[in-house]
């Protein structure tokens, strides 16, 4: 079994508290970190580093634990430019512009999904994101929604129904006739390729009760919640997905006291979308806010065709130190191991042993930069699973 060694690496993020400077992100100055089989097996100064069969010289750059973008939506075909540019033009955004893409995505061959979904994976890679998730939505109907969740699953793990994200336009009329197909027959197409089940409970899409309807028959399915909550308003989604223990609640633009609190003593992630209301021109989430209650914070891309179409896991760092009062270490964090509890992973999001070798060096000294210097490449090189694949 081989071993390799990364030596010399000037500051290693581990998110370990055990490792290193015993903070959160347990980091180790001038560091080393052993690979075998694919997984972390030692970490410690590079000049207590054990003997391997091969050897990578980091050159005094920092290393991190590879980004884990846990909302995206990455399974769509077509164009929402002029609905940007619209935008831009002082136009109000709305759930409505999904229905644009579930045309497109329906016309679109499971080939053309396919590509179109592996070429988003390989950008997200370049920009150091080793763990993605991506959902359906743009199918709404039980074929395409099951298609586009056989394609994902073909190309990764953590793949996610969303039947619910809004009414198809064949039930404009009967709201409640979708929410029975969704929860019933479309259900039982989808599951067999999906982890995780998601709703977009919102005003425009599903109400509380229709949620509910669908996440629990989800959850008989086997299937884990998710929940797109008070993104475009004070809602009941945030509430609901902590009643269902729901891994995450996704958005948490609009909370009460009580919606914090509850994501504070729940198990729900929060898991905040900085690129959305950049791209959308709408206010922040207060990620201070949900940090001093002891709430977990995630942070993720969710990278779409509509309302945030970035697939930068750096850019989502900077907005959230720059927008919504995180330090960089609580966005790194909220980046990494945030992103990984929001997957109820322990395997990926930190670099400690037992973990996968997954990781990222920077053109950089520390993970500072990420926030520091917004917009440039800092991302050298990616590790998957211990081998180097490219950035």
Not at 24 to 53: C, F, H, M, Q
Not at 221 to 233: F, M, T
Not at 275 to 303: H, I, K, N, Q, W
Request: proline content about 5%; overall charge negative; glycine content about 8%.
């Amino acid at each position: 079994m081989t071993t390799t060694a990364l030596t010399n690496i000037a500051s290693l993020v581990t998110n370990d508290p055990a490792q290193g400077d015993g903070s959160r992100l347990g980091i180790i100055e001038d560091a080393a970190l052993v690979i075998e089989d694919g997984k972390v097996a030692w970490t410690g100064p590079t000049a207590s580093a054990p003997a391997t069969d091969e050897h990578h010289d980091a050159r005094g750059r920092a290393a991190i634990p590879g980004f884990v973008d846990s909302h995206s939506h990455l399974l769509f075909a077509g164009d929402r430019t002029q609905e940007f540019n619209a935008r831009m033009e002082g136009r109000a955004y709305t759930a409505g512009g999904i229905r644009t893409t579930v045309r497109a995505t329906r016309e679109a061959s499971d080939e053309a999904l396919a590509a179109t979904l592996a070429a988003y994976l390989r950008e997200m890679r370049a920009q150091g994101t080793t763990t993605a998730e991506t959902k359906s939505g743009y199918g709404l109907s039980v074929a395409d929604e099951a298609r586009a969740l056989r394609v994902a699953a073909g190309q990764l793990d953590e793949v996610t129904f969303l039947g619910a994200h809004v009414v198809a336009p064949e039930y404009a009329d009967d709201p409640d006739g979708y929410t029975a197909l969704v929860a019933g027959e479309m259900l039982d197409a989808c599951a067999p390729y999906a982890r995780w089940v998601d709703v977009f409970c919102e005003e425009g899409a599903f109400d509380a009760d229709q949620s509910r309807a669908i996440l629990t028959a989800g959850k008989a399915k086997g299937l884990i919640p998710k929940v797109h909550a008070n993104q475009l308003s004070y809602g009941p989604g945030v509430q609901l997905a902590v009643e269902l223990e729901a891994a995450s609640a996704d958005h948490c633009t609009h909370l009460t006291e009580d919606d914090v609190e509850a994501l504070a003593q729940g198990r729900t992630v929060a898991t905040l979308l900085p690129g959305c209301e950049f791209s959308t021109r709408s206010p922040y989430p207060d990620a201070r806010r949900l940090l001093a209650a002891g709430a977990t914070v995630a942070l993720s891309t969710d990278c779409n065709p509509g309302s945030s179409f970035t697939s930068s896991m750096p850019f989502c760092v900077a907005l959230a130190v720059r927008e919504m009062n995180m330090t960089p270490d609580e966005a790194l964090w909220s980046a990494t191991a945030g992103g990984a509890r929001a997957l109820r992973r322990d395997d990926i999001g930190r670099l400690s042993p037992g973990a996968h070798a997954d990781l990222v060096l920077l053109d950089a000294p520390s993970h500072v930069h990420l926030a520091y210097r917004p917009g440039v490449p800092l991302v050298s090189e990616v590790w998957q699973r211990g081998a180097r694949v490219g950035a």
